[in-house]
DNA sequence: AGCACGCCGACT
DNA sequence: GTCGGCGTGCTC
């Protein structure tokens, strides 16, 4: 027999191995969806899953070259052919390779992969001298016990790359290596103490007794066992945990070791599980029916985002009364500590059965539930972020996408650049499941589909049937800030006019608390010199280093390089400049991140508690949760963010929202700039609202340099639905998402002249096949160099009703031409992004 | 992706 | 002359 695999690596080919006769394999049957070990390449294993068997060898592929399958790691397939055809989808749609799929779709600890062993060689007589490097290695191994570190770990303790060095004592043989499976996940086992068989009777325990005569604490012991068994009604047949058995006590251990040497217990090791629901079950509450879903894809569009809690709440609890299993996706796990009440109220329309599937979750727990989801169909309810759209859900009767407009179910940087809720319409489409989409803000893309009738919008969510005419009271105003600057009312190197400095000092006199929004992260996102004009650049990347003063460091947004704040210019060389006869340094930061604006604010209103909310405030578990205890504590009165704000728990008593640029958020170079803005600022209005009941007199500034923007007169109408029909007939126009169907296709390569030549060459060659209204030329992106990668963009456009199977062939076609006609092609790498973000 | 092999510039 | 960097090709 043949076995194709899937391997979790980057490669479009297709790869055999024999399945061998003898050992395991002649006892147990391999099927497709099995997980198996092979080495692949001259080294390594990794965990492959076979694909389909045939008991012919693969045409093409000389049969000495065939590897033999090394071991099975499964007792029943984990992958079916419903999961199978998800993958192949995603790979086919994304245009990505299937073993990335896999690498996506299943969690890490399913997939072992080998590790290299390095093991010192006793027999090993040095005869001549070695370098001090050399000998440090060595010396590293020998301190080691057992002499073997993996090469990570080699690696790590010597702390710089090694590989010459180790080459040369490999070749002396002074350092074996071998390569070992790791395990990458371990069940976690409890201890039980059972009757052994011969005692499981009263007529035997009696003779247990007669034998334990002298021994009187091993008696209790045993006594004690009975008692617990009796107590739980297991009979003389169940087993008690170890723990709980010995108390803590080492003695109790010994005991229950001594009683096992007689034969009298028997020690048991069962698997626990990290994920079951430990929670009692909860009280039955009455959920009110939930309005049927009568649609493939409904759209919930609720004004408050508690409306859109309950009609989730209401279909979960459903869908769980029918026995199905539901999947909620959302498009992070840091909003989920701020939205505890929900989670506990889903909690109980799921009967208990709630579990969790998101980074924040660890290894283990995220394995565990991939692995029960496929052995068990029970009504559950699943809570995960983008990935958990690939969890194997067998009896799956609705997937919730929350927050549908969110940007970050669309995966970025690593292939397949898959967007979460575009998997899910798909799944829902293939099986039949329906899809409930919703948001008080939904992204352009989904009123589309609500206007042409492809998508319902739920009755009692949509927020004009409920809505008075300027319910959001808010006082919308804007700050012309290039007025304030010419009237000299701004301070050199401000941020916060003095109009908006009076509007904050009228809030704070009300006892209310403001809350300013300015979405930049850092301190200042240039550092510009004064001499010769030169800013100071990532020399990895074509952008700008932005300075923080949290690390008191330049950073790169882009590719994460750090470097201190140099004293002299690095173009120049000049340390300071004499300005108005004052010396000053050269290097000046400039613009305004958001902890530059806490800095300032903290400086105007010395006596306010201040807030900050960036990426940095956020980064862990133990960050988010000081940062609402600070919350909860309830003095802050001012709270400074980047976009991040939104998710968090920060809305009530607000008297005044102010956006510090609001030129930054518009300038963005991308179409979908003004949509984002709007749903942004809407979202944090509604937020506001809501936390006051809809009572709420709240104020809402706009620091602008163009005060005529049409955003702004938009904005002032709060009407959000017509915003977006008027995006959307400028897309129309414009020809793009979602009347065409794009793609980013990026090309990158170190060697700017070869990209550029390149990027033309399969511009070209795209044009031949697509025609050159549907590709544009090669262009340079807004960011032209990321890490050393130069990169040119070629967009292609498709109408949204045209089927996506000839441009994909296009695509592969064009990728093939452009390899066999230019050489230089293979140092450059194209990278599809499919319904680009 | 990760490894081996081969070419070419830097330093002993 | 050797070392070591990096570009290139291959993996059933």
């Known amino acids: 027999m043949y076995a194709e695999l899937i391997l979790p690596l980057a490669l479009s080919g297709q790869y055999h191995y024999r399945v061998p006769e003898q050992g395991i394999f002649a006892e147990q049957q391999l099927l497709s969806g099995m997980r198996v070990v092979v080495s692949f390449g001259a080294k390594r294993f990794y965990t492959g899953i076979v694909r389909r068997l045939s008991p012919t060898p693969p045409e093409g592929v000389d049969e000495r070259h065939i590897k033999p399958i090394e071991s099975i790691l499964d007792q029943k397939p984990l992958v079916t052919e419903a999961e199978f055809a998800l993958w192949e989808w995603v790979a086919h749609y994304y245009h990505a390779s299937l073993g990335q799929v896999m690498r996506l779709a299943l969690p890490t600890g399913l997939l072992p992969e080998s590790q290299t062993l390095v093991t010192l060689c006793p027999e090993y007589q040095s005869d001549r001298p070695l370098e001090p490097k050399a000998l440090e290695l060595l010396d590293a191994l020998a301190q080691t016990k057992g002499q073997t570190l993996t090469m990570e770990q080699l690696r790590h303790r010597l702390g710089y790359d090694c590989s010459r060095v180790f080459d040369l004592l490999y070749n002396l043989g002074a350092v ?152 909620l996706l959302s498009p992070s796990a840091a909003s ?73 179910y669309k995966q970025q940087h690593s292939a397949p650049l898959f967007h979460a809720r575009d998997v899910a319409l798909w799944l829902g489409h293939k099986h039949s499941i329906p899809i409930l989409l919703s948001s008080e803000t939904p992204s352009a893309e989904a009123i589309f589909n609500v206007l042409r009738g492809k998508y319902a919008l739920l009755a009692k969510s949509q927020p004009e049937a409920t809505e008075q005419p300027h319910a959001l009271a808010f006082d919308l105003k804007t700050i012309d800030l290039v007025e304030q600057r010419e009237q000299g009312r701004m301070p ?61 460091c330049m950073q790169c947004h882009y590719c994460g390089y750090e470097q201190p704040l140099p004293v002299a210019c690095p173009s120049c060389g000049t340390r300071s400049v004499v300005y108005r006869r004052t010396e000053r340094p050269a290097l000046r930061l400039v613009g305004y991140g958001v902890e530059r604006v ?108 163009r005060p005529e923007h049409p955003f702004i007169e938009m904005l002032k109408r709060r009407d959000y639905k017509s915003f977006i029909k008027q995006q959307l007939s400028l897309r129309q126009m414009l020809r793009f998402a979602p009347f065409w169907r794009m ?93 680009p973000l």
């Open 492 to 552: 050199y190197g401000a941020s916060i006019s003095p109009a908006l400095r009076e509007a904050m000092e009228g809030a704070l006199r009300a006892g209310k608390r403001i809350l300013l929004l300015q979405n930049r992260r850092g301190y200042a996102p240039y550092a510009l010199c004064d001499a010769c004009g030169g800013r100071i650049g990532c020399p990895h990347c074509n952008v700008s280093l932005a300075y923080h003063s949290s690390q008191r």
């Open 336 to 408: 989920f500590p701020a939205q505890a009440q929900f989670i506990s109220e889903l909690t109980r329309a799921a009967l208990g059965k709630i579990y969790h599937y998101h980074p924040l979750i660890n290894e283990a727990k995220r394995t565990e539930l991939y692995l029960h989801l496929t052995s068990s169909e029970e009504a559950c309810l699943v809570m995960g972020t983008r990935q958990a759209i690939f969890l194997p859900m067998r009896r799956l009767g609705l997937i919730i996408v929350d927050q549908e407009q969110e940007y970050l």
């Open 743 to 835: 793609t980013y296709i990026r090309l990158k390569g170190t060697d700017e002249s070869v990209v550029e030549s390149i990027a033309q060459a399969f511009a070209e060659l795209l044009i031949q096949r697509l025609g050159a209204d549907r590709v544009s030329d090669a262009q340079e992106p807004y960011v032209a160099r990321i890490d050393n990668q130069h990169i040119r963009e070629i967009v292609c456009r498709r109408p949204f009703s045209e089927s996506f199977h000839h441009e994909r062939e296009a695509f592969a076609a064009a990728e093939q031409e452009l390899t066999s006609l230019y050489p230089l092609a293979k140092r450059v790498r194209i990278i599809f992004d499919i319904d």
């Open 598 to 705: 806490e800095e300032e604010i903290k400086e105007l209103f010395d006596q306010a508690e201040v807030l900050r909310i960036d990426s940095e405030s956020l980064q862990s578990n133990k960050r988010i949760q000081e940062l609402h205890q600070r919350i909860e504590a309830g003095n802050v009165d001012i709270i400074v963010g980047t976009q991040l704000i939104k998710g968090q728990p920060i809305w009530d008593n607000i008297g005044l929202i102010a956006v510090v640029q609001l030129d930054t958020i518009l300038a963005y170079p991308d179409f979908r700039s003004e949509e984002r803005a709007y749903q942004l600022l809407m979202q944090l209005l509604l937020h506001t609202s809501e936390a006051s009941g809809g009572e709420s007199s709240c104020q809402l500034l706009l620091q602008t340099a």
């Open 176 to 327: 074996q290596t071998e390569e070992r499976l790791k395990t990458r996940y371990k069940p976690r086992v409890k201890v039980y103490v059972a009757l052994s068989t011969d005692y499981r009777s009263t007529d035997a325990l009696s003779r247990a007794e007669e034998l334990l005569s002298r021994a009187p604490k091993q008696l209790e012991m045993l006594g004690r066992w009975l008692i617990l068994a009796e107590e739980r009604g297991i009979g003389l047949e169940g087993c008690i945990a170890r723990e709980e058995l010995a108390q803590h006590s080492p003695r109790d251990l010994i005991l229950i070791r001594a009683l096992v040497g007689r034969g009298i217990f028997v020690l048991q090791h069962l698997a626990e599980s990290r994920i079951a629901p430990h929670e009692d079950p909860p009280p039955i509450t009455e959920i009110g029916k939930a309005e049927e879903l009568t649609h493939p894809v409904s759209l919930v569009y609720t004004r408050y985002s508690r409306e859109r809690e309950e009609q989730i709440i209401g279909q979960v609890a459903q869908k769980i009364r029918e026995g199905y299993q539901v999947l």
